[in-house]
């Protein structure tokens, strides 16, 4: 740690299909420039000319297939070439994605049915740091350069690629990943599970798996072209046991019929054995890359800890998020669910003891609360919150008992677009 060196502009020459991989630090800005040839970071090509800058603490790889002199600006943690990647294979499994969609949207101009017009909907699996979300991110981006819209899906409530941890959302992705700027924000659907572990309710994230799936099932039913397109989804790391049976329930909910399995070879033939023999559903095990950084727990409890950051502020803190104060009667706290790992707070105002583990139970506003996000439902009714999805979320940051007046910060001004809440053990103190 400590200030960082300088280190001067450095010019690395690429053989055709070799990578630099690249860690960048905190707080150093990084900045990469193709010189000649081309490249892409994770599916998305870096443009012919100008400076990319690349977000702190991202850890990348400058791919090429054809040969490409690459240069950076700026200190980094790390940086070295490698000219054994998976990316051959991975190009691959795009290829024969493609053609199941082009064959869907075929099928669909013929009046096929639903289920010929179904495009690929794909599932990667695998144990944590197999490089899940960047395999997702690639078939997305390649997707997306060929003109598809294919619909991301994140179920990792851990390290959320599209939204704050603790939620399960969807997106559409109309054009290559953007390097800087990432998962496009304008129109995601969002659950809030509340929670960076689902073994805390399990039944509630299998419940806003199914929310989450009948919504997208009615998109696409309208959408001929998502739907050819289909679906790339993104799992946890956790694939044994309860995490196992996750995964099963992920892929019978989302009806998926490609399953990739990267890294595990136990995982891969479990899984064969689970669902290819008993549908025609494929399951493909790919081979990790060696780049993948191993993030360790505390590491990754501080991405976490800066996806809620970066929700508020921005990736590049270049957002200002406004302070509110509500009076405790304006809204209406909720929480779904009554598992024991509750905080002491969050005991129901009724009396009478949980037994249906989807329950909504009204919790009373306290001093627990403060530097914990709280979700803005949707719903109308407080019975429609765990079928309903998420406008935003605030974080609170005061709560004055004897005024009865909650102080929160949230990224727009204004009154808040619902006084439905949904509490969560999602923390983030402000440094
Ligand atoms: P998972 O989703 O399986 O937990 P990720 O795809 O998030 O794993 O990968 C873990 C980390 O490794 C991420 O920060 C990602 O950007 C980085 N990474 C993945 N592939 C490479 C690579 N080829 N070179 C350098 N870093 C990589």
Redesign the pocket.
């Known amino acids: 740690a400590g200030a960082a060196t300088p280190q001067p502009p450095r010019q690395y020459k690429l053989a055709p299909q070799s990578?630099l991989?690249?860690?960048v630090l905190p707080d150093a800005p990084l900045r990469v420039r193709l010189v000649t040839g081309t490249a892409e970071i994770?599916g998305t090509e870096l443009p012919p000319e100008g400076w990319v800058p690349v977000p702190p603490r991202?850890?990348?790889?400058i791919?090429t297939w054809h040969g490409a002199t690459v240069e950076l600006d700026g200190v980094s943690e790390s940086e070295y070439s490698s000219d054994e990647?998976p990316m051959v294979i991975y190009v691959n499994t795009h290829a024969i994605l493609d053609a199941r969609r082009a064959r869907a949207r075929a099928a669909a101009a013929q009046g096929g049915d639903m289920e010929a017009s179904q495009g690929p909907r794909v599932i990667v699996v695998?144990?944590?740091?197999?490089?899940?979300?960047?395999?997702?991110?690639m078939l997305l981006s390649w997707a997306a350069k060929l003109g598809w819209k294919p619909t991301y899906v994140d179920l990792?409530i851990g390290?959320g690629?599209i939204t704050i941890p603790g939620c399960i959302s969807a997106t559409p992705i109309e054009k290559p990943i953007d390097i800087v700027d990432g998962i496009p924000l304008e129109m995601p659907l969002v659950y809030f599970y509340g929670h960076s572990s689902p073994s805390i309710n399990a039944d509630v994230y299998k419940v806003l798996m199914k929310e989450l799936a009948k919504t997208l099932e009615k998109q696409f039913s309208g959408n001929a072209e998502s739907r050819a397109a289909g679906m790339v989804i993104?799992t946890m790391?956790w694939v044994e046991g309860l995490g196992y049976e996750l995964l099963l329930n992920a892929i019978e909910t989302f009806k998926a019929n490609v399953v990739l399995v990267?890294g595990q070879e136990k995982l891969w033939k479990m899984l064969k054995d689970a669902v290819q023999s008993k549908s025609n559903i494929d399951v493909v095990k790919l081979h990790k890359?060696?780049?993948?950084?191993?993030?360790n727990t505390k590491y990754r409890q501080k991405t976490r800890s800066f996806r809620i950051r970066e929700y508020f502020y921005g990736i590049a803190n270049d957002l200002a998020p406004h302070s509110n104060i509500v009076n405790f009667s304006h809204v209406s706290v909720y929480k779904i669910g009554g598992g024991h790992q509750a905080p002491r707070s969050a005991l129901p105002i009724g009396a009478e003891p949980v037994a249906d583990p989807t329950r909504l139970v009204a919790v009373n506003i306290s001093t627990d609360m403060i530097h914990t996000v709280l979700a803005i439902s949707y719903a109308k009714e407080p019975d429609e919150i765990i079928s309903s999805n998420i406008a935003g979320f605030i974080h609170v940051t005061d709560v004055d008992i004897q005024r009865k007046k909650l102080t929160y910060i949230a990224p727009c001004p204004g009154d808040l677009p619902s006084r439905l809440l949904i509490a969560s053990s999602l923390t983030w103190y402000e440094a």
Do not use: Y
Not at 58 to 61: H, R
Not at 126 to 137: A, E, I, M, R
């Open positions: 990578e991989r690249v860690e994770f991202s850890k990348i790889a791919f990647t695998g144990p944590t740091d197999s490089g899940k979300s960047t395999l997702c991110k990792d390290q690629s993104n790391g990267l890359s060696e780049g993948v950084v191993l993030r």
